[in-house]
């Protein structure tokens, strides 16, 4: 179960191989653009939970999926993410600077 509100994004604990389309307004990508989205258990955190790279933009839209694997590095609990903008590999926005992911229990 994916669930996006506003820009809070919550999946029930231990999904995967479900898309979660996010749209980006207001801005035209090219091939040459990637989205990353990092995962957080604080904003102020060294080290990150999950971070992912989307090259695939099509719409102005990236599918969040999580395989097994990193789904598995998500267990119950309230993390943070954000959504970087990249183009040819070099940075050039923030697109979400910190926003709630949730992991909720299935039971």
Wanted: aromatic letters at 10%; glycine letters at 4%.
């Amino acid at each position: 179960m994916w669930k996006a509100r506003d820009i809070e994004i919550s999946m029930a604990e231990g999904d995967y191989g479900i898309k979660l389309p996010i749209t980006i307004h207001d801005v035209e990508f090219s091939s040459s653009d990637s989205i990353k989205i990092t995962i957080k258990k604080r904003p102020n955190d060294e080290e990150d939970v999950l971070e992912k790279t989307f090259d695939d933009i099509q719409d102005n839209t990236i599918q969040l999926e999580l395989t097994k694997q990193e789904s598995d590095k998500l267990p119950v609990g309230t993390y943070v993410y954000r959504l970087d903008w990249y183009q040819n590999g070099v940075f050039m926005c923030n697109i979400v600077l910190c926003a709630t992911f949730k992991v909720v229990d299935k039971a």
